[in-house]
Each structure stands twice: as structure tokens, then as C-alpha cells.
């Protein structure tokens, strides 16, 4: 296979600047996946999600800073920590609650799940369990992509307990041979499950790894959504033109526990709190305050109208029906 390596001009690297409309929108954004999950967890502990949940408070700047980058014709590849993601590719809320309620209107007919929300008419290839097993996927998106010709790429979520896996190693290289145009988007949030980064990582900045492929790469404060946005774009306008993949590592960090009831005793308490001080919403909206783009007043009711919203999305779920097995092929997951 011919790799196009057509070098990308200034123009193409040059990156949109946002506006006032933009930056509400992502401050939106946010406060709708905190939100979301919150409702989650709060349906968890009713007894509502089946399965298991891997929330994602604390990491929604990366979600939709990233987010607000694809287009529709992209291809996004993620984690069992994947809501946020979803939701920043317009997922519809009412489909998502119902799939982790198993219900027949969750956007799988209820049979993924919280680790598998997925809606490939809207470019998500899927919600991967088995840790690192979403990257050669995201890259066999990129090969699509890159036969395709029409300037698509591939962006594939993981976590930094991912980068020590085999076939994140085997994805990185082909991808950088073959320069495709993938998106290695790493959530550095420091922990694997229970394990903190350093008792299974030789070190912390994972942008180390890329220097291994001779690909770009770029580490950015993950908890500040504008940051966030602007690498993503930069390294989005370079794979549409033919420059080849990116390794983006967002430093961040989950609020809540690993999965379900995790009350993540394991961590140091003063690793905590400077992380919550360094909560994206907080910071995100103190900056549009000082913009004079919202004030506290607006920005609290905005919060509410989300809360508001995720609430009786998921009330509208948990009134779905539950799906027939006998209805179900589980050999092609369709149903008759
Ligand atoms: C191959 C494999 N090994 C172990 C597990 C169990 N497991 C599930 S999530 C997880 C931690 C992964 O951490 P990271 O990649 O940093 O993602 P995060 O959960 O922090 O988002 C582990 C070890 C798994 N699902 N797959
Ligand atoms: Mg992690």
C-alpha cells in the first residue's frame, strides 16, 4: 500500500479560532457530560444500570475540546470510558441512558451497555473493554480513511495504562509508516484501575513514547478545554492533508473511582484536592466570567437547565421497554 505523503501547507495547520458562540457551546458541552454522568451514577446506586460504569468526571475537557474538532464523517474509536465522548458526538442522551439500562431504545438495543455505547451512523466504531484493543480498529479506520481520500481521519481515546500494552505499540508504528491520518488522543488521568501510573510506568509524560515512532506529538493540560482544542485541530489539519498521525497526551484526572462504587481510597489525598481545584468546569467557567461571556448567575442556570434535561432523559429510558431475547441474534447481535 502507497502511504499519500503529501506535506501539509501552512494554510492547512492553521487553526480556527474560536468565538464567543464556540466557547459557550463548549462550556456546554462540559457541563452536560458532568451532568450525564452524574445522573449515571445516581441511577447506578438505584439499581437502574446493569452491568458495570466508568464515569468520566474531571475529564470532560477532553471530550469536548476534541469533540468540537471532528467532523461528521470522522471515525472515533474509545474506552469503556467513553460516555463523554459519545455525548460530544451528539449522541442522544435518552438513547445512551437506555442502553445502560438495557431497555430496546438505548442506541444498541440495549444489549452493550455502559462499556459499549456505540452509534456507527454517527462515526463511533465502538466502546472497546479489553484495554488497548480499540487502537488497531482506530487505525484500521485510518487506512479507510486514507483510501478514501477525502481528507477523514481516525482519532482513538485510550488511557495511559494503554500505552503498555502490545497493540498500542503495533498501532503507533504502522500508523506512522504508513502516515495515517490517526489521532492518538491518550487521557493521561494517572491511574490504571487501581495503580498508580508510576508502579507500572517507567515515567509519567507519556509523549516519551512517541519520540519511539518518530511521530508528532504534543502533551497539553487536559483540564483547560481551549488547550485542549487547539492541539487537536492543529493535529487534525496535518493528518487531512497527508502529514500523518499525532500523539496527543491530555494530562487530566478522574474525580470519581475507577468503575461502579470505587470510593478510590488508593489515592493521596493531597494528589486530590489539587486535582479538584483544577476542576475543567471551574476553570473553563471562570474564564468566560472573566470574558464576560457568562456570570455566575448564568452560568448556575445553565447548569440546572442540563441537570434538568439529563434527569428526565433518563426517566424517559427507564420507562422503555426491555428487549425480547428471543428477538435477539447473538451471533450478529441483530434483531429479527
Ligand atoms: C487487556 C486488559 N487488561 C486488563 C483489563 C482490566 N482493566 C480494565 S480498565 C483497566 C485500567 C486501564 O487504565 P487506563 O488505560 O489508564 O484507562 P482509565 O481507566 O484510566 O481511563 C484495567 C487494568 C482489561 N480490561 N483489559
Ligand atoms: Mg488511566
Known amino acids: 500500500m502507497k502511504a499519500r505523503t503529501a506535506k501539509p501547507t501552512k494554510a492547512d495547520a492553521k487553526v480556527k479560532p474560536l468565538t464567543d458562540k464556540d466557547r459557550l457551546e463548549l462550556f456546554r458541552m462540559m457541563v452536560r457530560i458532568r451532568e450525564f454522568e452524574e445522573e449515571v451514577q445516581r441511577s447506578y446506586l438505584e439499581g437502574l444500570v446493569h452491568?458495570?460504569?466508568?464515569?468520566?468526571?474531571?475529564?470532560?475537557?477532553?471530550?469536548?475540546?476534541?469533540?468540537?474538532?471532528?467532523?461528521?464523517?470522522?471515525?472515533?474509536?474509545?474506552?469503556?470510558?467513553?460516555?463523554?465522548?459519545?455525548?460530544?458526538?451528539?449522541?442522544?442522551?435518552e438513547g445512551a441512558f437506555a442502553e445502560l439500562f438495557g431497555r430496546t431504545t438505548g442506541v444498541c438495543g440495549g444489549v452493550g451497555g455502559s462499556m459499549h455505547l456505540t452509534d456507527i451512523d454517527k462515526g463511533l466504531i465502538g466502546a472497546f473493554g479489553i484495554v488497548g484493543g480499540g487502537l488497531p480498529v482506530s487505525v484500521g479506520a485510518g487506512v479507510t480513511a486514507q483510501l478514501n481520500g477525502r481528507g477523514q481521519l481516525s482519532a482513538t481515546f485510550f488511557g495511559d495504562g494503554a500505552t503498555n500494552i502490545g497493540a498500542f505499540h503495533e498501532s503507533m508504528n504502522i500508523a506512522q509508516v504508513?502516515?495515517?491520518?490517526?489521532?492518538?488522543?491518550?487521557?493521561?488521568?494517572?491511574?490504571?484501575?487501581?495503580?498508580?501510573?508510576?508502579?507500572?510506568?517507567?515515567?509519567?509524560?507519556?509523549?516519551?513514547r512517541a519520540r519511539g515512532y518518530d511521530m508528532n506529538a504534543v502533551q497539553v493540560d487536559g483540564n483547560d478545554v481551549e488547550k485542549v482544542y487547539e492541539a487537536t485541530a492543529e493535529a487534525a489539519n496535518?493528518?487531512?492533508?497527508?502529514?500523518?498521525?499525532?500523539?496527543?497526551?491530555?494530562?487530566?484526572?478522574?474525580?470519581?473511582?475507577?468503575?461502579?462504587?470505587?470510593?478510590?481510597?488508593?489515592?493521596?489525598?493531597?494528589?486530590?484536592?489539587?486535582?479538584?481545584?483544577?476542576?475543567?468546569?471551574?476553570?473553563?467557567?471562570?474564564?468566560?466570567?472573566?470574558?464576560?461571556?457568562?456570570?455566575k448567575e448564568k452560568a448556575d442556570a445553565l447548569i440546572l437547565e442540563e441537570r434538568a434535561r439529563q434527569r428526565a432523559a433518563s426517566e424517559r429510558a427507564a420507562a422503555a421497554p426491555w428487549p425480547d431475547a428471543a428477538t435477539i441474534d447473538f451471533q450478529t447481535l441483530t434483531f429479527a
Request: glycine share 10%.
Open 51 to 93: 452491568g458495570t460504569t466508568h464515569l468520566c468526571q474531571g475529564q470532560e475537557a477532553v471530550a469536548a475540546g476534541t469533540g468540537f474538532v471532528f467532523r461528521p464523517d470522522d471515525y472515533i474509536g474509545y474506552t469503556y470510558r467513553g460516555h463523554g465522548h459519545c455525548l460530544a458526538r451528539g449522541m442522544d442522551e
Open 238 to 295: 496535518r493528518a487531512r492533508a497527508g502529514g500523518g498521525p499525532t500523539f496527543i497526551e491530555c494530562m487530566t484526572y478522574r474525580h470519581r473511582g475507577h468503575s461502579r462504587t470505587d470510593p478510590a481510597k488508593y489515592r493521596d489525598p493531597k494528589e486530590v484536592e489539587t486535582w479538584l481545584a483544577r476542576d475543567p468546569l471551574k476553570l473553563y467557567e471562570m474564564a468566560l466570567i472573566k470574558r464576560k461571556l457568562l456570570t
Open 178 to 208: 504508513w502516515k495515517l491520518p490517526v489521532l492518538f488522543i491518550c487521557e493521561n488521568n494517572l491511574y490504571g484501575e487501581f495503580t498508580r501510573i508510576n508502579h507500572s510506568t517507567p515515567f509519567e509524560d507519556l509523549i516519551k
